[in-house]
């Protein structure tokens, strides 16, 4: 029943998601696999999928690859067709002509946003890890790179050996703003609420060409390192412009109005080098966390309320 009842939203959902204009951005979303039971991507790529419709500046496919030790020999997405690769997948290791494929691909100018699970994802991939700057689990250790979070106001990179990732329980957290003059974070607040949500701590990784946008604060009561980590990013990879989040775990996380407003923004960013959305007014406050309702209702264990 719960299983109709999901599947049935996100039918009402993109029947009601605005018009997608002509001349509008094209998106691959990629998914097929989460290196585990840890991430639903099953349920997270629909969810994705209409925020960015809902923009009306989106034409979204999806794409979804073998799952690991499937046939790869005929999946060949065509990245040129798309002016950003949106990831929601998180896998080991890909085959060296498919990996040359994308490298090519972001290289010669496509645009990359990386969420939440595809921040684990290829812990061997040079290239992929350059992209999203810093990555955690899939045995990464000091070889991915030194350890990178915010300490007395400044960005600092730490070479102490030990694996990376970690997280403690799912509770709101308050994002800090760190470069208030990017096109994606300019007007956000410099603090908001997002909804309860695993907050990556402890990533290693090159660092290069990586500016921070915001970070939270791990709490040391919740299983968290006392740094200010890194949630969202934005990257260079030769001509091509990366944007990572590692916020967005389930549906609940999903629904933060602060999650969709930044997701929209930095997916734009990353495709055209701009963004032209305005910031809605219910996004969240320093205090208060703000739900966009349709999301929230994906999820039947939902429990949480939106702000008025």
């Known amino acids: 029943m719960k299983e109709t009842v999901w599947i049935s939203l996100i039918a009402l959902l993109q ?22 039971p840890y991430h639903d991507w099953e349920r997270v790529t ?16 999806v794409v979804t690859a073998p799952q690991s030790g499937g046939d790869f020999s005929t999946f060949k997405p065509e990245f040129k ?7 929601n ?28 699970a ?17 990555g955690g689990w899939r045995n990464r250790t000091e070889k991915a790179g030194p350890f990178w979070y915010y300490k007395e106001g400044k960005l600092v990179s730490d070479n102490t050996p030990g694996n990376a990732g970690s997280h403690g329980a799912r509770i709101p957290f308050p994002v800090t703003n760190r470069d208030s003059e990017h096109p994606i974070a300019k ?37 968290g390192t006392g740094y200010d980590e890194p949630v969202l990013m934005v990257l260079s990879y030769g ?37 032209t959305q305005k910031i809605p007014g219910s996004f969240p406050t320093a205090e208060t966390v703000s739900f966009r309702v349709d999301i929230a209702a994906m999820d039947p264990g939902f429990k949480g309320s939106p702000r008025r």
Request: proline residues 5%; negative net charge.
């Open 15 to 36: 029947l009601f998601a605005p018009l997608t204009a002509a001349g509008a951005i094209r998106v691959m979303i990629l998914d097929g696999q989460s290196g585990g």
């Open 46 to 61: 629909p969810v994705l999928r209409n925020q960015l419709e809902a923009t009306g500046l989106f034409q979204v496919d």
């Open 81 to 87: 067709k798309y002016q950003v690769v949106v990831s």
């Open 89 to 116: 997948y998180d896998a080991p290791e890909w085959p060296a002509e498919l990996k040359a494929s994308f490298e090519q691909y972001v290289k010669d100018g496509g645009g990359f946003v990386a969420v939440h």
């Open 118 to 134: 595809a921040n684990n994802a290829f812990p061997d991939w040079p290239a992929f890890n350059e992209m999203i700057g810093i």
């Open 187 to 223: 007007g956000l607040p410099k603090v908001w609420m997002h909804a309860g949500d695993e907050l990556y701590a402890s990533l290693r990784g090159p660092g290069k060409n990586m500016t921070v946008l915001a970070t939270a604060h791990s709490a040391t009561d919740n299983r």
């Open 239 to 275: 001509k091509g412009r990366v944007f990572h989040t590692t916020l967005g775990h389930d549906i609940p996380a999903l629904s933060c109005v602060g999650f969709i407003t930044t997701l929209q923004r930095g997916t734009e960013w990353a495709a055209t080098g701009r963004v």
